[in-house]
């Protein structure tokens, strides 16, 4: 264990040395309210304008929402910025308006306050319902928007730490009544980017655009200590047109867990997530997996494209997770050119995953085909693959073509398989065309 940590630790120092030399956004906002940065917006205002104090101790939740209720009187017209200069600034929920960029300075820290009350409590996603272990509802996020069009956060590779380790405990002793914070949710939204920035120890998922479109996430390390409970990194829920590249994530659950809603809930409002690309990703998760399709994808999951990813000391490289009752359907998922180095599975498939909701239909099985991974080379492997089904549950077409494993103890084999079947002539199929999300720039910012 001392080893690991200490390989995750150099790790992280030559990710965070290598993501700032490569920030696109190179702005330098200096610590004064004259400062203007301009990132495609016409206006713009600095915290420090609307009472805001960068000393970690003072609450500025009031100075966020004040800022960004003056800019939404002119962010129709040319659009709005709102600066956190160097410092740290400590607040609860605040949220998010159309044609807008929240801005970090490369010395500035949004620290996410551990007072409860400073998270209204809000109904459940409707694609989730009731949480029976948490009737209460759900704590709002650190940083939110509803119904928004035109979204970026963004900065010189400015920190945004969600104190969670007080919500971790009291996860851990069953003493909340509510889901926990997220750190970023966007939901019923368009347009949003989200890059260049470091986000650290959320209460609980980290991003989490929900029934949105045409999203970019892009540079950002996430990190939290490996044995945190559902701290996910990247969570594209019942979302479509979305590309995710070039970023590190570090976590005690799932690096990028793609959803679609729960069980009954998810079947009703219907909503997949499709059309997304994932690229050049760094994992770090030893209890869960790279990319993860489910639990929760009731509403299905289609046209998933992952390619040139990394993952180290990790549980699984690609992990279905499902049980009879979630329904919905996992199909046309494609991953090439993984390198992976200390993991227990290269593929798993968990037919029989326990969780559910209230009034489940225990006979909503979920459809899955069309799974092809390619291209793969993986060192000191535990497991090549696991497949866990119910009798009901109709998986087939699982492609696996020039991939490479390393078992341990050691035992090199070389997996070109369709549904189980070996061949030696498959060359499992990746797709050729473009996804309309990956000729769209970065609203990048200079001084």
């Not at 906002?29 to 304008?49: D, G």
């Not at 919905?328 to 998922?333: E, L, M, P, R, S």
């Amino acid at each position: 264990m001392a080893q690991f940590r200490f390989l995750v630790g150099v790790v992280l120092l030559l990710a965070a040395l290598i993501l700032d030399e490569s920030r696109t956004c190179t702005a330098q906002v200096p610590n004064t309210a004259a400062a203007a940065v301009k990132c495609s917006r016409k206006h713009s205002a600095v915290l420090t304008e609307f009472g805001g104090v960068g000393d970690g101790v003072t609450s500025n939740t009031k100075a966020f929402k004040a800022a960004i209720d003056h800019l939404s009187t002119t962010a129709s017209d040319g659009g709005a910025q709102l600066i956190v200069p160097p410092g740290k600034w400590l607040t609860g929920t605040f949220n998010l308006i159309s044609h807008f960029t929240l801005f970090l300075h490369k010395d500035a820290v949004i620290l996410g306050s551990q007072q409860a009350s400073d998270y209204p409590i809000l109904e459940p996603l409707p694609s989730y319902g009731v949480d029976k272990n948490f009737s209460a509802g759900r704590y709002s996020s650190l940083i939110m928007g509803t119904n928004l069009t035109d979204v970026v956060i963004t900065g010189n590779n400015g920190t945004i730490d969600g104190q969670g380790a007080g919500w971790w405990t009291k996860y851990r002793a069953g003493e909340l009544k509510a889901v926990r914070p997220l750190m970023i949710e966007i939901l019923f939204s368009t347009d949003i980017q989200i890059f260049n920035l470091t986000l650290l120890n959320s209460p609980s998922w980290f991003v989490h655009p929900v029934y949105s479109s045409n999203i970019i996430i892009q540079g950002l390390t996430i990190l939290a200590p490996v044995d945190t409970p559902n701290t996910d990194g990247i969570d594209p829920d019942s979302c479509n047109n979305t590309r995710i590249e070039d970023n590190f994530i570090v976590s005690g659950d799932d690096c990028i867990a793609i959803k679609s809603g729960f069980d009954q809930y998810g079947i009703k409002m219907g909503i997949p997530s499709e059309h997304i690309i994932i690229r050049r990703l760094t994992c770090i998760s030893p209890d869960s997996a790279t990319i993860a399709l489910g639990s929760e994808l009731s509403g299905g999951i289609k046209d998933v494209r992952a390619e040139d990813v990394t993952s180290l000391h990790t549980q699984a490289a690609i992990r279905v997770k499902t049980a009879a009752g979630r329904g919905g359907f996992v199909q046309d998922i494609f991953t090439r050119r993984f390198v992976l180095k200390t993991i227990r599975y290269v593929f798993r498939v968990n037919g029989m995953y326990k969780s559910h909701a209230e009034g489940f239909d225990p006979n909503a099985m979920t459809k899955l085909g069309s799974i092809n991974c390619r291209d793969m080379v993986a060192e000191n492997v535990t497991t090549a693959a696991q497949i866990e089904t119910l009798p009901e549950n109709n998986f087939k077409g699982i492609c696996m073509s020039n991939t490479t494993m390393t078992l341990f103890p050691l035992l090199n084999i070389t997996y070109n398989v369709v549904s189980g079947l070996k061949s030696n002539n498959i060359d499992c199929p990746y797709p050729e065309d473009k996804l309309p999300i990956e000729d769209v720039p970065l609203k990048t910012c200079s001084l």
